[in-house]
């Protein structure tokens, strides 16, 4: 399967933090870090389907990043709506569900620098032919919006293709990604915005029900989310940096996004 991506992301080509590295990394003295993620966005964080344990590429960069600085990480799932705020008020230590990186969000939490960049396509069933861009979706009134409510993909919707208006009824909200996709299936909307993995996903796991169209809406710095103060938030850049720069980052982003699927 070929999934357009760019260069930078593809070489892990990211804007890190870039410590001394001679100096080593900090220690944090085997320290549990509290980590939570909802467990529902194909390829950062997901379900096993044979174990049904958390895997994805946001697991194996925290986790890395834990043991390059001597701690150890507890995973917690709980949903989108309340992530972020369970960060910031300090319940986890760290947050991961593919959360774009915006001045909105910067000012009630902390964020690791970008550890990927992911661009964003529409997603539409497999037979659909009324639309190729966000001009086309956005001059059609009967074209409907899928997006749980609060994510990139929803305000991508509103703000990128639409009038703005956060209450459009063009845009119809879910609990999770999932059932915004199923929707698109059922033809109760028609489109979700989704990353090149995760629509590589749904078109691969049923075969003939979906598309990509399009060319990028637009492209998202995704990074973790930390309360704010942290003292965490220096220990991962640098450990981001050091994971970027020896090649490990590259490596685990090449596999989940293109070697996993296939396997």
């Given at each position: 399967m070929t999934m357009k991506?760019?260069?930078?992301?593809?070489?892990?080509?990211?804007?890190?933090?870039q410590p001394v590295l001679a100096q080593g990394l900090p220690d944090l003295g085997g320290r549990t870090i509290e980590a939570v993620t909802e467990n529902a966005y194909y390829p950062l964080n997901f379900a096993d389907p044979e174990t049904n344990e958390g895997i994805g590429l946001e697991y194996d960069v925290i986790n890395e990043a834990a043991r390059r600085l001597n701690a150890e990480v507890n995973w917690n799932?709980?949903?989108?709506?309340?992530?972020?705020?369970?960060?910031?008020?300090?319940?986890?230590?760290?947050g991961a569900d593919g959360i774009t990186i915006t001045a909105e969000r910067a000012q009630q939490i902390d964020f690791t620098e970008p550890f990927i960049t992911v661009e964003q396509y529409f997603l539409v069933r497999a037979d659909e032919d009324r639309f190729d861009s966000k001009e086309s979706f956005g001059e059609n009134p009967e074209l409907l919006f899928g997006a749980q409510a609060g994510t990139s993909s929803f305000y991508t919707a509103v703000y990128d293709v639409l009038d703005g208006d956060e209450a459009n009824p063009r845009v119809r909200t879910f609990n999770n990604f999932g059932a915004a996709v199923q929707a698109v299936k059922s033809g109760d909307v028609d489109a979700v915005i989704a990353d090149q993995a995760a629509s590589a996903g749904y078109i691969g796991a049923d075969p003939g029900a979906f598309k990509q169209v399009g060319e990028p809406i637009k492209a998202d710095p995704l990074g973790f989310i930390l309360t704010p103060g942290s003292d965490l938030v220096e220990p991962f850049n640098a450990a981001l940096a050091e994971m970027e720069a020896d090649g490990w980052l590259a490596e685990r982003i090449d596999y989940w996004f293109f070697q996993y699927g296939g396997e």
């Open positions: 991506i760019s260069v930078a992301l593809a070489l892990a080509g990211l804007t890190l933090a799932l709980v949903a989108w709506d309340v992530m972020i705020e369970s960060v910031r008020t300090g319940q986890f230590d760290i």
